[in-house]
C-alpha cells in the first residue's frame, strides 16, 4: 500500500509483465513476451504484402520491407536487445522468411539474400544501434539522463584502440551484463580512434559503416 500526492492509499498488486511506452516488460526481464507480439506482428504485416504482392521485385521488397516491418522487430531495441540464442533466431527468423518472397532470390542462403539486397541482419542493426546510442550519450546529444557509462584512467594501455575507452564493470549475473552500460563496452572499445572522435552523428555512421562493412556479422547472424 502507498500513499498518493492527495494523501489517498492505493493498494499495489504484483504483477509478472507490465507494456510501457509499447515495450513488454517481464519479471525477469528477458523480454520475450515483448519478442514473441513483434515477431507476430511482423509476420502478419507480411501477410498482407504476401497477399498484395504477387511478383515484388528488389528494390519494391526492400521499401515495403524497411517501411512497414523491420521498424516492428526493431522499435525500442535499446531496452530488450536478446541475449538468449533463441529469441535473437526467432526474430531473423522473420526477416530470413521475408527475404525469400523474391523468387530470384528464393534458393540461395538468408546471407547471400541480404548481400544482394543490401540489408544487414537483425542483430548487426542491433549492435550498430547500440554503438550510435552510445555516441550520442557520450557527446551529450541525448537530453536525458546518461547511462552507467564509466571512462578509465587515460594509461597508456587505456589508450590503445581509440581515445574515449569504457571501462566495463562486473556483471553477476546475464541479466545486468544485457544492460546497454554493459554490452556495448566491448564493441565500443574495439573502434578506431577516428570512428569515435566523429564530428556529427552523419559522421560517426559513415565511418562505422565503412570499418565494419568487411566483417562477416553484417549479414551473418550469430544465432545460426
Not at 106 to 134: A, F
Not at 189 to 202: I, K
Request: glycine fraction near 4%; charge should be positive.
Amino acid at each position: 500500500m502507498t500513499n498518493s500526492a492527495d494523501g489517498v492509499q492505493h493498494d499495489l498488486s504484483e504483477t509478472t509483465l507490465e507494456k510501457d511506452l509499447g515495450v513488454h516488460i517481464d519479471d525477469k526481464l528477458s523480454f520475450k513476451e515483448h519478442i514473441t507480439t513483434s515477431v507476430s506482428k511482423a509476420n502478419r504485416v507480411l501477410g498482407v504484402i504476401r497477399r498484395t504482392f504477387q511478383n515484388l521485385d528488389k528494390e519494391t521488397f526492400v521499401q515495403l520491407y524497411k517501411s512497414l516491418v523491420r521498424p516492428i522487430l526493431e522499435y525500442g531495441h535499446s531496452v530488450w536487445n536478446p541475449q538468449a540464442k533463441g529469441l535473437c533466431k526467432d526474430l531473423e527468423n522473420v526477416q530470413r522468411r521475408a527475404t525469400r518472397m523474391i523468387g530470384s532470390l528464393k534458393e540461395l542462403s538468408y546471407s547471400e539474400r541480404l548481400r544482394i539486397l543490401g540489408i544487414p541482419c537483425l542483430q548487426h542493426r542491433r549492435r550498430r544501434g547500440d554503438m550510435i546510442d552510445t555516441f550520442k550519450y557520450l557527446k551529450g546529444i541525448y537530453i536525458t539522463q546518461k547511462p552507467n557509462l564509466h571512462k578509465p584512467p587515460p594509461t597508456e594501455r587505456d589508450m590503445r584502440g581509440n581515445s574515449l575507452k569504457l571501462f566495463k564493470n562486473f556483471a553477476k549475473s546475464k541479466v545486468r551484463s544485457a544492460f546497454f552500460a554493459d554490452r556495448v563496452v566491448l564493441d565500443w572499445n574495439t573502434l578506431p580512434d577516428n570512428v569515435v572522435t566523429a564530428d556529427s552523428v552523419n559522421c560517426f555512421k559513415a565511418r562505422l559503416d565503412s570499418h565494419w562493412k568487411d566483417t562477416s556479422s553484417v549479414y551473418t547472424p550469430s544465432c545460426y
